[in-house]
Protein backbone atom coordinates (compact mmCIF):
# COMPACT_ATOMS: atom_id res chain seq x y z
CA UNK A 1 0.00 0.00 0.00
CA UNK A 2 1.43 3.60 -1.12
CA UNK A 3 0.75 5.80 2.22
CA UNK A 4 3.05 8.73 0.81
CA UNK A 5 4.33 9.47 -2.55
CA UNK A 6 6.73 12.36 -3.25
CA UNK A 7 7.83 13.52 -6.74
CA UNK A 8 7.64 16.12 -9.42
CA UNK A 9 4.27 17.15 -10.62
CA UNK A 10 4.38 16.46 -14.36
CA UNK A 11 0.67 16.82 -15.46
CA UNK A 12 -2.78 18.14 -13.87
CA UNK A 13 -6.12 18.17 -14.92
CA UNK A 14 -9.40 19.39 -12.96
CA UNK A 15 -9.33 16.06 -10.85
CA UNK A 16 -6.23 14.82 -10.96
CA UNK A 17 -2.24 15.23 -11.10
CA UNK A 18 0.36 12.81 -12.65
CA UNK A 19 3.02 12.37 -9.79
CA UNK A 20 6.51 10.74 -11.32
CA UNK A 21 8.89 9.48 -8.94
CA UNK A 22 11.58 6.77 -9.37
CA UNK A 23 10.88 6.90 -13.50
CA UNK A 24 6.96 6.40 -12.45
CA UNK A 25 3.87 8.18 -13.58
CA UNK A 26 1.68 7.83 -10.92
CA UNK A 27 -1.79 9.37 -11.30
CA UNK A 28 -3.22 11.29 -8.00
CA UNK A 29 -7.20 12.20 -7.74
CA UNK A 30 -6.93 15.11 -5.28
CA UNK A 31 -9.96 17.29 -4.70
CA UNK A 32 -10.22 20.94 -6.18
CA UNK A 33 -8.50 22.67 -3.02
CA UNK A 34 -5.25 20.72 -3.40
CA UNK A 35 -5.33 20.58 -6.55
CA UNK A 36 -4.96 24.51 -7.08
CA UNK A 37 -1.69 24.48 -4.59
CA UNK A 38 -0.52 21.98 -7.02
CA UNK A 39 2.21 23.37 -9.70
CA UNK A 40 3.19 22.25 -12.91
CA UNK A 41 7.16 21.04 -12.93
CA UNK A 42 6.70 21.39 -8.80
CA UNK A 43 8.38 18.68 -6.15
CA UNK A 44 6.07 17.72 -3.97
CA UNK A 45 4.59 15.01 -1.21
CA UNK A 46 1.25 13.76 -0.80
CA UNK A 47 -0.95 11.42 1.81
CA UNK A 48 -2.31 8.67 -0.65
CA UNK A 49 -5.16 6.15 -0.05
CA UNK A 50 -4.79 3.24 -2.58
CA UNK A 51 -8.22 2.46 -3.47
CA UNK A 52 -8.55 -0.92 -5.23
CA UNK A 53 -12.07 -2.81 -6.83
CA UNK A 54 -12.08 -5.32 -8.98
CA UNK A 55 -12.14 -3.23 -12.25
CA UNK A 56 -9.94 -0.19 -11.35
CA UNK A 57 -6.66 0.92 -8.94
CA UNK A 58 -7.45 4.44 -7.69
CA UNK A 59 -4.62 6.64 -5.93
CA UNK A 60 -6.27 9.26 -3.82
CA UNK A 61 -3.78 12.08 -2.57
CA UNK A 62 -4.15 14.55 0.38
CA UNK A 63 -1.87 17.32 1.40
CA UNK A 64 -1.99 16.74 5.01
CA UNK A 65 -2.51 13.56 7.45
CA UNK A 66 -5.70 15.15 8.78
CA UNK A 67 -7.19 14.90 5.57
CA UNK A 68 -6.13 11.55 5.37
CA UNK A 69 -7.57 10.36 8.42
CA UNK A 70 -11.20 11.99 7.85
CA UNK A 71 -10.96 10.60 4.36
CA UNK A 72 -10.33 7.03 5.81
CA UNK A 73 -12.83 7.87 8.56
CA UNK A 74 -15.45 8.92 5.54
CA UNK A 75 -15.13 5.89 3.00
CA UNK A 76 -15.26 3.61 6.53
CA UNK A 77 -19.33 4.38 6.24
CA UNK A 78 -21.60 2.64 4.13
CA UNK A 79 -22.44 4.41 1.28
CA UNK A 80 -20.06 7.08 0.99
CA UNK A 81 -16.99 6.21 -1.45
CA UNK A 82 -13.61 7.92 -2.17
CA UNK A 83 -15.17 10.16 -5.01
CA UNK A 84 -18.03 11.27 -2.24
CA UNK A 85 -15.19 11.71 0.59
CA UNK A 86 -12.91 14.14 -1.49
CA UNK A 87 -16.08 16.33 -2.51
CA UNK A 88 -16.39 16.57 1.64
CA UNK A 89 -12.52 17.53 2.22
CA UNK A 90 -13.21 20.02 -0.61
CA UNK A 91 -15.84 21.73 1.69
CA UNK A 92 -12.80 23.66 3.69
CA UNK A 93 -10.25 22.87 6.30
CA UNK A 94 -10.23 19.52 8.18
CA UNK A 95 -11.36 21.29 11.34
CA UNK A 96 -13.90 23.25 10.02
CA UNK A 97 -15.27 19.80 8.38
CA UNK A 98 -14.87 18.35 11.72
CA UNK A 99 -16.55 20.84 13.70
CA UNK A 100 -19.52 20.60 11.30
CA UNK A 101 -19.93 17.22 11.74
CA UNK A 102 -19.33 17.38 15.62
CA UNK A 103 -22.12 20.66 15.42
CA UNK A 104 -24.74 17.65 13.81
CA UNK A 105 -25.01 20.48 10.35
CA UNK A 106 -26.76 18.13 8.27
CA UNK A 107 -27.44 21.01 5.77
CA UNK A 108 -24.12 22.24 5.97
CA UNK A 109 -23.08 18.60 4.34
CA UNK A 110 -25.65 18.43 1.68
CA UNK A 111 -24.15 21.33 0.20
CA UNK A 112 -22.13 18.06 -1.68
CA UNK A 113 -23.66 16.92 -4.66
CA UNK A 114 -24.60 13.59 -4.08
CA UNK A 115 -24.81 14.06 -0.34
CA UNK A 116 -28.70 14.43 0.68
CA UNK A 117 -30.28 14.53 3.87
CA UNK A 118 -30.21 10.95 4.89
CA UNK A 119 -26.38 10.44 4.11
CA UNK A 120 -26.01 13.32 6.04
CA UNK A 121 -27.19 12.30 8.66
CA UNK A 122 -25.17 8.79 8.53
CA UNK A 123 -22.17 10.79 8.32
CA UNK A 124 -23.19 12.71 11.31
CA UNK A 125 -24.22 9.63 13.02
CA UNK A 126 -21.28 7.46 12.29
CA UNK A 127 -18.72 10.14 13.19
CA UNK A 128 -19.94 12.42 15.66
CA UNK A 129 -17.94 11.85 19.12
CA UNK A 130 -15.41 10.26 17.34
CA UNK A 131 -13.24 13.14 15.53
CA UNK A 132 -10.23 14.22 16.96
CA UNK A 133 -11.07 17.83 16.18
CA UNK A 134 -7.23 18.27 14.57
CA UNK A 135 -5.96 16.33 17.55
CA UNK A 136 -3.39 13.54 15.89
CA UNK A 137 -1.94 11.05 17.46
CA UNK A 138 1.85 10.87 18.24
CA UNK A 139 3.57 14.81 17.08
CA UNK A 140 0.05 15.99 16.93
CA UNK A 141 -0.04 15.62 20.48
CA UNK A 142 2.92 17.23 21.14
CA UNK A 143 2.91 20.07 19.27
CA UNK A 144 -0.33 21.12 20.64
CA UNK A 145 0.78 20.24 23.69
CA UNK A 146 3.89 22.43 22.93
CA UNK A 147 1.51 25.62 21.90
CA UNK A 148 -0.74 25.21 25.09
CA UNK A 149 1.90 25.62 27.41
CA UNK A 150 3.16 28.74 24.94
CA UNK A 151 0.46 29.92 26.69
CA UNK A 152 -2.22 29.36 23.36
CA UNK A 153 -5.69 28.05 23.80
CA UNK A 154 -6.01 24.15 22.79
CA UNK A 155 -8.68 24.81 20.68
CA UNK A 156 -6.85 27.83 18.79
CA UNK A 157 -3.37 25.30 19.22
CA UNK A 158 -5.72 22.27 17.22
CA UNK A 159 -7.02 24.72 14.49
CA UNK A 160 -3.30 26.00 14.23
CA UNK A 161 -2.10 22.23 14.06
CA UNK A 162 -4.90 21.19 11.94
CA UNK A 163 -3.90 23.25 8.78
CA UNK A 164 -0.26 22.52 8.34
CA UNK A 165 1.30 20.00 6.69
CA UNK A 166 3.44 16.56 8.43
CA UNK A 167 6.48 16.61 8.94
CA UNK A 168 9.06 16.32 12.06
CA UNK A 169 7.53 17.79 15.47
CA UNK A 170 9.89 21.15 15.16
CA UNK A 171 8.82 21.47 11.89
CA UNK A 172 5.03 21.01 12.41
CA UNK A 173 5.53 23.71 15.28
CA UNK A 174 7.27 25.82 13.25
CA UNK A 175 4.71 25.78 10.58
CA UNK A 176 1.98 26.04 13.35
CA UNK A 177 3.53 28.90 15.03
CA UNK A 178 3.85 30.67 11.64
CA UNK A 179 -0.30 30.07 11.48
CA UNK A 180 -1.06 31.64 14.48
CA UNK A 181 1.10 34.46 13.54
CA UNK A 182 -1.41 35.85 11.13
Known sequence: ??????????????????????????????????????????????WTHDHIREDARDLYGF???????LFLKLIGISGVGPKMAQNILSLGPVIEIEKMIEKADVEWLTRIP??????????????????????????GDEVVSALVNLGYARELARD???????????????????????
Open 1 to 46: MIITLTGTVTHKDSHSAIIEAQGVGYQVHMHPATLAAVKVGAQIRV
Open 63 to 69: SSQAEHG
Open 114 to 139: GIGKKTAQKIVLELKGKLALGDFSGE
Open 160 to 182: AVGQVEAGSVEDRLRAALKQLAR
